[in-house]
């Protein structure tokens, strides 16, 4: 499986980015996904996860109402559009996907790390 990730930048406070990840390897449709991040000096968190077929969504606290995970099972792709961002959004972000059978977004966000496959991240910079 091999996952990459696009879309990221420098953005100030209060902008927008939309992140992409293109999956490869085996049918996209049939687990769910998810986006994670890791800021400077900081453990890799849980930000999105949506489930197969695009049967649900699930997000951290932290980005609640902010940002919208949504997939294109044709395109095999995965995004993160994010809406009013702050400082505290700065990380390198990774879209991940499941080495096992995981197909709801909640799974998905309580997935243990090893059970990832991870893109290479993409990194988005918020200044004031």
């Known amino acids: 499986v091999q996952l990459q990730a696009s879309g990221g930048g420098l953005v100030q406070t209060g902008g927008s980015l939309r992140l992409s990840c293109a999956a490869s390897?085996?049918?996209?449709?049939?687990?769910?996904m998810g986006w994670f991040r890791q800021a400077p000096g900081k453990e890799r968190e849980f930000v999105a996860s949506?489930?197969?077929?695009?049967?649900?969504?699930y997000y951290a606290d932290s980005v609640k109402g902010r940002f919208t995970i949504s997939r294109d099972n044709a395109k095999k792709t995965v995004y993160l559009q994010m809406n009013s961002l702050n400082l505290e959004d700065t990380a390198i972000y990774y879209c991940?996907?499941?080495?096992?059978?995981?197909?709801?977004?909640?799974?998905?966000?309580?997935?243990?790390?090893?059970?990832?496959?991870w893109g290479q991240g993409t990194l988005v910079t918020v200044s004031s």
């Open positions: 949506i489930g197969w077929r695009d049967c649900g969504t």
């Open positions: 991940a996907s499941p080495t096992r059978a995981v197909t709801s977004p909640q799974a998905m966000a309580a997935n243990p790390r090893p059970y990832m496959y």
């Open positions: 390897g085996r049918s996209f449709s049939s687990y769910a």
